[in-house]
């Protein structure tokens, strides 16, 4: 006999074998000793996690000759052919292949033909969602008055996308992922029955690549067999599933809570040049950083932690504030959603990891607030921290401050900085990854049809922009009825000179609206009352919108 593999080997026969779907188990089992059997069944979940096997089982319970029954006996005529997929009543049908009205007209005539061994004739249809519009409309009026005989099993990962008139005849069953204690389990029970041995660390890495399915962590249990014998490591099945080692995703986490950018970005150029993803990485620490999270705030929740990895957890985090650890999640999530967009991954990763050491020395609105709010505390001190001061030929008299004074520096006219926040404001409209680019950017001036733009000395910036300028330029000509072209200067004079990016305007401006909103809602008589009357303090302050 030749080779079975897991996924085919282990499909659940009847119903008491499926794992993890016990409220569609019990729903079918009563349906069927109750004599309640409905005319179209639609069975929705994630791939591998029962759709097809439990359509299988049911046409079984339906079809066998000591039926209907919840449990099959597995040796008739009926239930060995719809095992083997050679039953003439039973009929799989896969809806990515036959999409068409024709296909779907063609079935509708067979069913006017009796079962030829069975009670009911039963068709599955997998991927039902792939039907085109017409095809769906062909079904409805089968769906509505169906042959007594005839029953329909619907299977399909995207739910969203049949019409809402085929749902509406449908029994509804949403399938679920499966926990991890009972996909472990029955893992557990497959190893011990083909002599395999593995570690928990390795059962997790296998059910984390699975996302729940269970013929996805069956199918790599093979893979991790065949490559490894019956006694794979964990450290092997890292390399067969392409996930970076666990003390590497331990260092680079220490290296960030430590604040050490050098061992942090050292370690992602080891991993860049040997090929990982670091998308997947990045997404590991993501789960490492939750199990900190988890382990400083309820130590007694489950982890995917070993006794060590706790324990350094818990050192590390010790004086770190979980708001703290929050932000940083916030951070990195952000950054792994770049990732995945950016055609430069290693660039996006290093200043994510570069931002989150960082995070301590940036000011929070909240500290920004309290700093306006201060007594004797000019705001041009706050926003010092961030975008350079005003040239002082725009300020206001005001009693001289001490010895030294800092001398005014030619700013680009009014006019072309608010010209150049519309031209941003456009381009983000069109084309919003080139827009996000333009903000960072500093009109330093326009001398006919050229504009000269400021960076940083270490911004990256105009590197990024090298290979879009003729789009810019392209984009200029409708905008400024003329054309433009431009040049890209890297200096730290650019900050006196051109004035405030328009993300710094942007962030201003919403320091600003913050900080009113928070004026205006202590000073509300309202909240002073309840204030009086609660002896409550104002801890948050949010707007609807």
């Known amino acids: 006999m030749s080779y079975q593999v897991f996924a085919r080997k282990y499909r659940p026969q009847h119903f008491d074998e499926v794992i993890g779907q016990e409220a569609a188990v019990t729903t079918l089992k009563n349906a069927i000793d109750l004599k309640r059997i409905h005319h179209a069944y639609l069975f929705c979940g994630a791939r591998g996690v029962g759709k097809t096997s439990l359509a299988r089982i049911f046409a079984k319970s339906l079809n066998c000759e000591k039926g209907p029954t919840t449990t099959p006996c597995q040796t008739c005529s009926s239930c060995v052919g719809i095992t083997k997929g050679t039953s003439m009543d039973v009929l799989e049908i896969d809806g990515a292949s036959n999409t068409s009205v024709n296909d779907v007209r063609e079935l509708r005539e067979q069913t006017k033909f009796l079962p030829s061994h069975g009670k009911y004739k039963i068709y599955i249809i997998d991927e039902v969602h792939m039907l085109s519009t017409s095809a769906f409309n062909a079904l409805l009026k089968t769906l509505e008055e169906p042959p007594p005989h005839i029953i329909f099993v619907f299977a399909t990962t995207e739910p969203h996308k049949i019409p809402i008139t085929i749902l509406s005849r449908c029994q509804r069953f949403d399938l679920k992922r499966l926990p991890q204690d009972k996909l472990a389990g029955h893992l557990k029970n497959i190893m011990s029955q083909e002599k395999v041995t593995l570690d928990d660390e ?44 666990r003390v590497l995703l331990l260092e680079t986490l220490r290296a960030i809570l430590s604040e050490d950018i050098g061992h942090a970005l050292k370690q992602v150029e080891g991993l860049f040049n040997k090929g990982f993803d670091l998308k997947i990485f990045a997404e590991g620490l993501l789960e490492l950083l939750r199990d900190a999270l988890i382990v400083k705030e309820s130590p007694l929740s489950p982890t995917s932690l070993s006794q060590q990895e706790n324990e350094n957890l818990k050192d590390w985090t010790q004086k770190i504030p979980s708001t703290h650890l929050l932000i940083l999640f916030q951070i990195l999530l952000r950054g792994t959603e770049e990732i995945s ?62 010895t030294h004074e800092r001398p005014a520096t030619s700013q680009p006219s009014p006019d072309l900085h608010s010209l150049w926040r519309s031209f941003v ?24 049809n050229l504009i000269s733009l400021g960076f940083d000395p270490q911004s990256i910036y105009p590197d990024m922009l090298k290979d879009r300028l003729k789009t810019i330029e392209e984009m200029a000509v409708g905008f400024f009825k003329q054309q433009i072209h431009f040049s890209l200067e890297k200096s730290a004079e650019n900050q006196k000179q051109g004035g405030p990016t328009v993300a710094q305007q942007k962030q201003e401006e919403q320091i600003q609206r913050s900080t009113k909103l928070r004026e205006d809602a202590l000073n509300d008589p309202s909240i002073k009352l309840a204030q009086e009357i609660l002896g409550a303090k104002v801890k948050e302050i949010r707007e609807i919108k």
Do not use: Y
């Not at 890495?205 to 199918?219: F, N, Q």
């Not at 065949?226 to 890292?238: L, M, T």
């Not at 301590?360 to 001190?381: C, D, F, T, W, Y």
């Not at 069109?430 to 006919?448: F, N, S």
């Open 202 to 245: 390795s059962i997790h890495l296998l059910i984390g690549a699975s996302e729940g399915s269970v013929r996805d962590s069956l199918s790599l249990l093979d893979q991790v067999i065949s490559f490894c014998g019956n006694h794979p490591s964990s450290e092997q099945i890292r390399d067969i599933l392409g996930l970076a080692d």
């Open 341 to 402: 967009r950016s055609s430069l991954p290693k660039i996006v990763f290093e200043t994510t990891l570069i931002k989150m050491m960082k995070v301590r020395e940036l000011v929070s609105i909240p500290e920004l607030v309290e700093k306006l709010n201060a007594e004797n505390n000019p705001p041009n001190m706050v926003r010092l921290r961030l975008q350079p001061e005003p040239a002082t030929s725009n300020q206001q008299s005001s009693p001289p401050s001490s």
């Open 425 to 448: 404001q456009k381009v983000l409209e069109t084309r919003p990854q080139i827009g996000a680019i333009l903000e960072h950017a500093r009109p330093l001036k326009k001398v006919e």
